[in-house]
């Protein structure tokens, strides 16, 4: 790593990937549409699948109620409970909107509004639930806006909560994918969406009840119906023209259309399902998983480096995978990580996964997974001396990686220094110690001397016993 930057491991994801899943294409070209402005989203991931014109700013008609609806789910506490309709609620609808007849004065449920909301698009039901979740239409718009920001919908300007026509008023296909991606992931939203059909209650204005059923005809039987379809919304507009949202599900993969713009509803239909078809039939899973370094970056203490910082995916990582691809070709790219870390450090990096389909011109990188959270790990180099600038050893550390004080005798610290507090007693235990060993090493020379003496001295008393015994012998021989 010395005097890189970065060192990034070009087709490594691929690699992964080739280990997980078969060699499928990753670009198939997506199906020919009568719109010029829609987006294909996989709703696990958030990964977009195919799109043209997915950020243009254009009116969102009747999908602002996907936005109503998720900020009316998070903030709902009783459905059951009577809403009063108030004349204010239904001033700004003009004439000849979608509606369900409600009138000034009369009770109604919140799930009734949230079903006719999302089920019919009513307009007059979706400002009712606005003024009981904000109080006034006014400060719950302040809550849509905030909550669209948060979704990281920026492009989206929102003027009232049902979709009507107003000045200024715009959204992108994009963004309200990604509005709909999350209001498909609470489940509070979920019970209001996605019927076929739906009874409101009798009112103290309506003696009976009223069923409803669904404007999104992909959920009906009939020319539009799609296998698989769990639910969606569709809008108009004149300056809109037709807009839907559609998500359907097939073997454990759902996916998101967005198509905005179209000229009848029959091509906005078609498109939406030629969408989820290019999205089931074109695409293969393949789970990227999260043990293999991707990149490194120098590791640093006060200026001077220590180690490196290897960087990983914190979670696996699930992608769909589509037609034409040149497995050297998917990389993956960091958001903003320098070249060098200070050790500790808690800051959270992101990398894009991409596929580069030319190096040299990097606007033409198409995005398979945006912002994917990447976990670091600290490698301390334990052959650098601390505190010497020309050395390659790192001063000890904690777990989070900041330095842990050291005491005296310990490594890269003068003995003569005066010893930190508590050092002075633990100083004189090592000295008798010491001279403890000391003194059990002289005894135990001292018993092993003793012993050999002995043995020694034993070994030349039979010998001379021999020689003796030998001398006798001989004597009594020559007599």
Not at 118 to 145: H, I, K, P, R, Y
Not at 175 to 190: G, M, Q
Not at 216 to 242: H, N, P, W
């Amino acid at each position: 790593m010395k005097g890189k930057r970065f060192r990034s491991f070009t087709g490594v994801l691929l690699a992964l990937l080739l280990m997980v899943t078969m060699c499928v294409p990753v670009l198939a070209a997506p199906p020919e549409m009568n719109s010029d402005y829609y987006i294909l989203m996989d709703v696990a991931s958030g990964q977009v699948l195919a799109s043209k014109n997915a950020d243009s700013q254009l009116p969102p008609a009747g999908l602002v109620k996907i936005l109503t609806g998720l900020v009316a789910a998070e903030n709902m506490i009783d459905d059951t409970s009577k809403l009063t309709v108030t004349s204010s609620a239904l001033s700004p609808l003009g004439t000849g909107v979608k509606n369900i007849g409600l009138a000034a004065g009369e009770m109604i449920t919140m799930a009734d509004c949230m079903n006719a909301m999302l089920m019919v698009s009513a307009n007059d039901a979706a400002n009712v639930v606005a003024e009981s979740v904000g109080t006034t239409l006014e400060s719950f718009m302040t809550m849509l806006s905030n909550r669209a920001i948060a979704l990281g919908a920026t492009s989206t300007v929102l003027k009232n909560p049902n979709g009507l026509n107003a000045e200024g008023q715009v959204s992108t296909p994009h963004d309200l994918a990604l509005i709909a991606r999350a209001a498909l992931s609470n489940e509070t939203f979920l019970k209001y969406f996605g019927k076929v059909s739906y009874t409101l209650e009798p009112t103290n204005n309506r003696a009976e009840a009223k069923v409803m059923n669904t404007s999104f005809l992909m959920l009906r039987d009939g020319d539009y119906s799609y296998e698989g379809i769990v639910g969606g919304m569709v809008g108009y507009t004149s300056a809109s023209k037709y807009v839907t949202m559609a998500t359907a599900e097939k073997d454990g993969r759902q996916l998101i259309a967005v198509v905005m713009m179209a000229e009848t509803e029959a091509e906005l239909y078609s498109d939406a399902a030629a969408l989820l078809d290019h999205g089931f039939n074109d695409f293969t899973s393949a789970s990227v998983p999260n043990n293999l370094t991707l990149f490194v970056a120098d590791l640093a203490q006060e200026g001077v480096k220590i180690g490196t910082v290897e960087f990983r995916l914190r979670e696996s990582v699930s992608l769909l995978l589509s037609a034409d691809y040149d497995t050297t070709k998917i990389l993956v790219v960091p958001n903003s990580v320098p070249a060098v870390i200070t050790a500790g450090s808690s800051q959270e990096y992101t990398a894009n996964i991409v596929y580069r389909t030319n190096p040299e011109d990097l606007s033409q990188d198409v995005l398979l997974m945006e912002n994917v959270v990447l976990a670091s790990f600290e490698q301390i180099d334990t052959s650098i001396v601390p505190g010497d600038p020309t050395s390659s050893t790192p001063p000890a550390t904690n777990a989070s990686g900041e330095p842990i004080a050291t005491t005296p005798g310990s490594a890269g610290e003068d003995p003569a220094d005066e010893p930190s507090e508590g050092g002075g007693f633990w100083k004189v235990i090592k000295v008798i110690l010491k001279i403890l060993l000391y003194i059990i090493l002289v005894l135990v020379i001292l018993i092993v001397i003793f012993i050999a003496t002995l043995f020694i001295m034993r070994e030349v008393k039979r010998r001379k016993r021999r020689k003796a015994r030998q001398a006798r012998m001989q004597q009594r021989y020559h007599d």
